[in-house]
């Protein structure tokens, strides 16, 4: 069975650091390209950015360049999403996302992680 | 970067047929596929639409998609409402660098 299981949900302050992880399994890892979406409490979805593990290409949102770091260990078939300063603002559930087509990365998702919920509070 | 814009919300009956449309601010609706998603509350997306007009194994036939160059839109067109239709839906495309998804749209079936 494919699919991509996602690390538990967080309890950080503002200004630490943080990592979640995105594991797949059930497919080639190195060959189909690994998104992150969030979505705030009560809010939309928001494409962040995407990562392709085979070679670590990787593509930002322009909202979310900076912001975040997306990386891939492919050894280990997980995928992360990482804060160096986390905000209150980044409250938000996140989600990994697999596109449809192999190597493709201008595609439709069609596995979804189970969403990681981070919450950022003093 | 590109906006799609979505209505907040649509009502209709169970049994009638319900349209969401997403347009896109610039660049070409024809130029990159759309994609559509459901999420119900507590869960995550699935999608219902993809490559504009395809729809994935087990989902319905009462569900289909379409693009409109002149009003450079894309619908979710979705007949037969059921209650269990109630939920967000969201488009999605891309530009040549990243991709963007509408704001979201409630279906209500009363």
């Known amino acids: 069975e494919v699919q991509l299981v996602q690390s538990g949900a967080e309890v950080k302050k503002p200004g630490e650091s943080l990592k979640i992880s995105c594991k797949g399994s059930?497919?080639?890892?190195?060959?189909?390209?690994i998104g992150w979406v969030r979505q705030m409490p009560g809010k939309g979805l928001e494409w962040m950015g995407i990562?392709?593990?085979?070679?670590?290409?990787?593509r930002y949102s322009p909202s979310f360049q900076g912001q975040v770091t997306i990386s891939a260990d492919k050894s280990i078939s997980t995928a992360y999403l990482q804060w160096s300063s986390l905000k209150a603002s980044d409250t938000a559930m996140y989600y990994c996302a697999r596109p449809k087509a192999s190597r493709a990365w201008e595609d439709a998702f069609d596995i979804w992680g189970q969403g990681t919920m981070v919450t950022v509070s003093s | 970067n590109f906006m799609l814009t979505q209505p907040h919300s649509v009502s209709e009956s169970p049994g009638k047929t319900v349209t969401i449309s997403c347009t896109r601010s610039?660049?070409?609706?024809?130029?990159?596929?759309v994609q559509w998603y459901q999420q119900r509350p507590g869960s995550s997306p699935t999608t219902v639409i993809y490559?504009?007009?395809?729809?994935p194994s087990g989902v319905p036939d009462r569900f289909s998609g379409s693009i409109d160059s002149s009003s450079n839109s894309a619908s979710l067109t979705i007949s037969g409402l059921k209650t269990e239709d109630e939920a967000d839906y969201y488009c999605?495309?891309?530009?040549?660098?990243?991709?963007?998804f509408g704001g979201g749209t409630k279906l209500t079936v009363l």
């Open positions: 059930g497919y080639s890892f190195t060959s189909y390209w």
């Open positions: 999605q495309s891309y530009d040549s660098s990243n991709g963007v």
């Open positions: 610039s660049g070409s609706i024809a130029s990159n596929y």
């Open positions: 490559e504009d007009n395809q729809r």
């Open positions: 990562i392709y593990p085979g070679d670590s290409d990787t």
